[in-house]
């Protein structure tokens, strides 16, 4: 019982840590950058905010990663 507890306290955890991080990279960035209809003005978002395109890529690969070791979590819990 108590490995069964323990492992869904495991999945659980990256349960919170994707949804602190997914945010970031699915909403936050996108809506900074992009222009709906309009090339010319993302491009020049993503040149002015050079970093805030970086920090939504590494938030989906971090994001990406919780997700494969969720999974994994669920695999062994069900």
């Not at 950058?33 to 978002?45: K, L």
């Amino acid at each position: 019982m108590s490995s069964t507890r323990q492992q869904a306290r495991v999945a659980g955890f990256l349960y919170l840590l994707l949804a602190l991080s997914a945010p970031i990279g699915l909403v936050y960035v996108p809506a900074r950058v992009i222009v709906s209809g309009n090339a010319t003005a993302t491009a020049d978002n993503i040149r002015a905010s050079e970093w805030l395109l970086r920090t939504g890529i590494a938030s989906e690969l971090i994001h990406q990663v919780i997700g494969i070791f969720l999974v994994l979590a669920l695999y062994r819990l069900f």
